[in-house]
């Protein structure tokens, strides 16, 4: 099992540009999330999914966008990048919301 | 919304000290989940408690769960150089997981 996988591992955007970032997990997991991690303010939810076609708004959404067309992939989209998106993104998967979270590896992305 | 507050934010011991993080919830939980995360890497979880006055051990690990389940700690023995981390408590609410900014532990030689 591969587990949760995420690419890139590094992105540098400007300003402006859109981008998908990628997340894939083989465990069957119906609960999928995106956090983004900034110095000195932990993992913030960003959106989550609790299955195939359902998905929901975390602390964090605005100017991100999700979709869940299969069980397996999860992938966040920046709109219109803004130097504040600047951070970590990790993708995790489990087989509930308040189960064992399984983090991806994490995308670093800067926009200039 | 639920608030999950952890202390220290962080803490540089010297190896063969003890440390402890500390975890307070503003609501009940269901479970507390502790979490490693090394410098470079991503979370891995370390343990749930679930059960009200729960103590766990993972080896020089001791985790406890608060009688309230409001509140958690995580307490390392005789800290190692393979310590060196950032410990996140996450707390399952009604219908939210909510993490703490976490603890940073750096262990000197």
């Known amino acids: 099992n591969a587990g949760v996988t995420q690419t890139p591992k590094f992105q540098v955007l400007k300003t402006g540009q859109s981008m998908t970032l990628q997340c894939a997990q083989d465990?069957?997991?119906?609960?999928m999330s995106w956090y983004r991690q900034d110095p000195g303010m932990g993992l913030r939810l960003i959106h989550y999914?609790?299955?195939?076609?359902?998905?929901d708004q975390g602390e964090v959404p605005n100017g991100y966008n999700v979709s869940r067309s299969t069980t397996e992939d999860f992938p966040l989209r920046l709109l219109s990048a803004a130097p504040s998106q600047t951070s970590v993104y990790f993708c995790?998967?489990?087989?509930?919301?308040?189960?064992?979270?399984?983090f991806g590896p994490g995308t670093r992305l800067t926009v200039l | 919304g639920q608030q999950v507050m952890q202390i220290p934010q962080y803490q540089h011991v010297q190896e063969g000290e003890d440390f402890t993080t500390y975890c307070n919830s503003s609501t009940t939980l269901s479970n507390i989940q502790w979490y490693k995360q090394r410098p470079g890497g991503h979370p891995v979880f370390l343990i749930q408690l679930v059960k009200s006055g729960e103590v766990k051990k993972q080896k020089r690990l001791t985790f406890q769960f608060g009688e309230a389940k409001k509140n958690s700690s995580l307490h390392i023995t005789a800290t190692q150089t393979t310590d060196v981390g950032t410990y996140f408590c996450a707390g399952a609410g009604y219908s939210t997981l909510t993490f703490g900014k976490g603890t940073m532990l750096l262990v000197s030689p």
């Open positions: 465990m069957n997991h119906e609960y």
């Open positions: 995790a998967s489990s087989s509930g919301w308040a189960n064992e979270q399984f």
């Open positions: 999914s609790v299955g195939a076609g359902i998905t």
